[in-house]
Nanobody, 124 residues
Framework: QVQLVESGGGLVQAGDSLRLSCAAS????????MGWFRQAPGKVRDFVAG????????YYADSVKGRFTISRDNAENTMNLQMNSLKPEETAVYYC?????????????????WGQGTQVTDYS
């Protein structure tokens, strides 16, 4: 079992940048693909970005392509999400997720481990 803890959320204005981090503990961090999801109030949890086990593959939601970058460091058991040019509608709780398999999936049901989330709020 992997325990995940997100950090780095905060208050931002439109156009700002923010870097989220996910620290993992427990079973071997490098076993599977990981992803970032977000959930705005009253909405479903949406896929943001995913990264393969060995960082040789990444996948992004269309809405964040070119602005967000996902990365991971298996030696440090961390995963990051660099978010640039943030938009007001991206206010949400951002979640880190991990799965056992090597493939990246955009559906939340494929991920077995979740963090508690970190809040990103636009105050423009």
């Amino acid at each position: 079992q992997v325990q995940l803890v997100e950090s780095g959320g905060g208050l931002v204005q439109a156009g700002d940048s923010l870097r989220l981090s996910c620290a993992a503990s427990g079973r071997t961090f490098s076993n599977g693909a990981m992803g970032w999801f977000r959930q705005a109030p009253g909405k479903v949890r949406d896929f943001v970005a995913g990264i393969s086990r060995n960082s040789d593959g990444t996948y992004y939601a269309d809405s964040v392509k070119g602005r967000f970058t996902i990365s991971r460091d298996n030696a440090e058991n961390t995963m990051n999400l660099q978010m640039n040019s943030l938009k007001p509608e991206e206010t949400a709780v951002y979640y880190c997720a991990a799965r056992n398999g090597r493939n990246i999936y955009s559906a939340a049901r494929w991920y077995t481990n979740w963090g508690q989330g970190t809040q990103v709020t636009d105050y423009s």
